[in-house]
């Protein structure tokens, strides 16, 4: 009985360290903008507002984004750089590397219509 303290002890250490984990961060994608306040103009990426956007970060499941809907990549470990993926109506439109280092958290990525742009900012900054 004595002999299985230390292998439950073992046990115990590894649950603890994979409860544990590493830090983990989102990035939140806002709706593309629209309506008379939005301001649309011709730019390369040909979007408009009927445009359909897909979102990748690393070998995650693309996400859609339209003027009425969005979503959340969570779990993204802080370390290290995380690959961004954007399409637009089914075709490659931009790719970027990123991390958290220096950063919040939590990050947005929005689009910027004017400028045909995608930016990742701060979501605390956002906020203010």
Request: hydrophobic share 40%.
């Amino acid at each position: 009985m004595y002999r299985l303290a230390p292998a439950i002890i073992s046990l115990f250490a590894v649950v603890l360290t994979v409860y544990a984990g590493e830090p983990l961060g989102e990035v939140r994608l806002q709706t593309i903008p629209f309506g008379p306040s939005s301001n649309w103009r011709a730019t390369d990426s040909g979007a408009t507002e009927r445009s359909k956007f897909s979102v990748q970060i690393d070998n995650r499941s693309a996400i859609n984004v339209t003027t009425n809907r969005a979503g959340v990549f969570a779990n993204l470990p802080l370390a290290g750089e995380h690959v961004v993926k954007i399409k637009v109506d089914g075709k490659p439109l931009n790719s970027f590397r990123f991390s958290f280092e220096g950063r919040s958290d939590h990050l947005i990525l929005q689009y910027n219509e004017f400028y045909g742009k995608w930016s990742l900012s701060d979501a605390k900054a956002e906020q203010k």
